[in-house]
């Protein structure tokens, strides 16, 4: 049998862990990895730490060298060398050497594309002017490090992951910091409402936000770039950062006519093969299934790509042995200053968007028991399919323990739990740790109660001045943070003492700080004749966690 030889076109995440899998299943093959820029196998995702000083040594970040991957596993490590054009007739790839422009033909017996994905810079006039960067690799978090001093004024145009990322991190450097994002929120990829908390850290840490704006064109002066935003505002930058997003890198792949997707991502199967069987794609580049519905999802991010390169080296060696890619479900978790926020599965939008059915609850809680010191409040929203109660996906805001939550319910989305199942995890219990029942099993209840009719609910205030708006929250709460509207404030331990003084005949909303006194006095009123609806996920959103005025548990 001929040595099999592998050509991997991308050295990062996808690319290294192809390679890596394959040497350990075939220590005989030819294994060639082409990488356009000089480093391979970085940490992408601690770019930015570096930036801000969170990561002291560049080194922490170079997980690997053509060096070290010559050294450990036999591999051919050809930096600063571009593909440029695939030839799938005769197997081969020409490469183009960066530094001398001198090109070459190397074969192949299986190709492995990883080029991953690059910031987005539209054509937005002044764009050009080279204070305006972009963070993917090494060299440009370099460039923004040497850039960025005390006392600068940033501006930094998209509040994804990069962009709150980068905002937090320049902030902690000394510099003064502007956010702008077209949406209407921060962290796009959450419910709107999921998304409070991370406004109001990010405006209590002094970082200007300005939402629902985008740039209309860049203007270069000599000391700085001005802003000029769709709406007319204008901000002055010493320096930009553009992060509204990525496009996958496939030009190589199009021009080769691999089949796209319908946003240019690279089409595989579930063993990660193209539509040339010669060749597989992974990382940043591709469309894989979605983990909870049929449909196809692009996740550009390092888990999946190290996952879907050792799935295509498996299958490469272990053929029919080896086990497919079963799809990506996106769960991601940022945080900003000492808030967390993160998603697994699908959001409401996505879901509204994509005409599928669901329902979705949301309760507010606190990481461990509330009478154990340091309990801090999280908000908790979960969504599931209408008719057979299966997850669909979860939202989790807060100040600690929301990686815990997220993990345990993208865990129980692939398993293909239950709201009901919510209902019974055994999770870790002890003071320190958590509660007897957990923000997750309150969720399950929530959902539960709902499902089986036992409250209705709104997460809407009434604006009909028909309704009967009854705030069941402590008196001194309900006067330290009054509800928004007119409110009928009768505490919920007096509230059936205290029926007369409602319209039997009028709909009633109950609202409260966290939502389950809420629905405790909407059990209440329904037994006793009212037409009555929860407000769902109580008030709490509403107020500032870090007032000084303690929020005594609704």
């Known amino acids: 049998m001929n040595t099999p030889k592998l050509l991997v076109i991308g050295g990062v995440a996808a690319g290294a862990s192809f390679a890596a899998r394959a040497r350990r299943l075939c220590e005989g093959a030819e294994i060639m990895i082409i990488e356009r820029g000089p480093d391979v196998s970085f940490a992408n995702c601690g770019l930015p730490y570096y930036v801000g000083g969170e990561i002291a040594a560049r080194d922490a970040l170079a997980v690997q060298t053509p060096a070290t991957l010559q050294g450990m596993l036999n591999l051919d490590v050809r930096t600063h060398c571009e593909a440029v054009r695939i030839d799938r007739a005769n197997k081969r790839v020409e490469i183009r050497h960066v530094d001398s422009g001198a090109s070459e033909w190397q074969s192949y017996d299986t190709l492995m594309l990883a080029p991953g994905a690059s910031p987005l810079r539209p054509p937005i006039p002044g764009i050009d002017d080279p204070r305006i960067l972009t963070l993917r690799n090494l060299q440009d978090m370099d460039r923004i490090a040497a850039a960025t001093e005390t006392g600068m004024r940033a501006v930094v145009i998209g509040a994804g992951f990069i962009g709150l990322e980068m905002t937090e991190q320049l902030h902690r450097k000394g510099l003064s910091v502007q956010l702008v994002e077209l949406q209407q929120q921060v962290f796009p990829q959450l419910d709107g409402p999921m998304t409070a908390l991370l406004e109001s850290e990010l405006r209590h840490n002094d970082v200007g936000v300005t939402l629902g704006d985008g740039v209309a064109r860049f203007e270069s002066g000599e ?25 996958p890198d496939t030009d190589l792949a199009a021009a080769a006519g691999l089949q796209l997707g319908p946003r240019g991502h690279i089409v595989v199967d579930e063993f990660q093969r193209t539509s040339d069987p010669c060749i597989y794609a992974a990382g940043d580049a591709v469309e894989t299934a979605d983990r909870v519905l049929e449909s196809k999802v692009v996740v550009p991010m390092g888990g999946p790509a190290n996952r879907q390169g050792r799935v295509a080296a498996d299958h490469v060696f272990l053929g029919n042995k080896s086990r497919p890619y079963p799809g990506s479900l996106g769960t991601a978790i940022v945080r900003v200053f000492n808030v967390a926020a993160g998603i697994t599965g699908w959001s409401e939008k996505r879901l509204r968007a994509a005409g599928r059915a669901y329902e979705t609850v949301t309760v507010n809680d606190h990481q461990h028991a509330t009478y154990y010191p ?42 293909g739990m239950t709201v009901e199942d919510l209902c019974h995890l055994e999770l870790a219990y002890a003071p320190p740790f958590g509660a007897a029942k957990d923000a997750i099993n309150l969720a399950g209840f929530a959902a539960c109660n709902r499902r089986d009719g036992l409250v209705k609910h709104t997460t809407e205030l009434p604006t009909d001045p028909q309704v009967q708006v009854v705030d069941v929250r402590p008196k001194p709460l309900a006067e330290a943070f009054p509800a928004p509207g007119k409110a009928i404030n009768i505490p919920f331990p007096t509230l059936r003492a205290n029926l007369g003084k409602l319209d039997p005949a009028r709909p009633v909303i109950t609202l409260c700080a966290f939502g389950k006194m809420s629905y405790f006095a909407a059990r209440v009123l329904a037994q006793n004749g009212f037409d009555v609806t929860s407000f769902s996920g109580g008030l709490k959103a509403n107020v500032d966690p870090r007032s000084p005025a303690k929020m005594p548990a609704s």
Do not use: Y
């Not at 000391?223 to 496009?247: E, P, Y």
């Not at 309990?375 to 939202?395: F, H, I, N, Y």
């Not at 805001?397 to 997220?406: A, Y």
């Open 374 to 415: 340091g309990a801090k409040p999280l908000t908790l929203k979960v969504l599931w399919e209408p008719e057979s109660g299966r997850l669909l996906g979860a939202q989790a805001s807060g100040f600690e323990g929301i990686d815990k939550r997220l993990d345990v319910l993208a865990t129980a989305i692939l398993a």
């Open 223 to 247: 000391d700085i770039v001005r802003c000029h935003l769709n709406s007319g505002k204008v901000l002055d930058a010493d320096m930009v950062i553009l992060s509204i997003g990525v496009k």
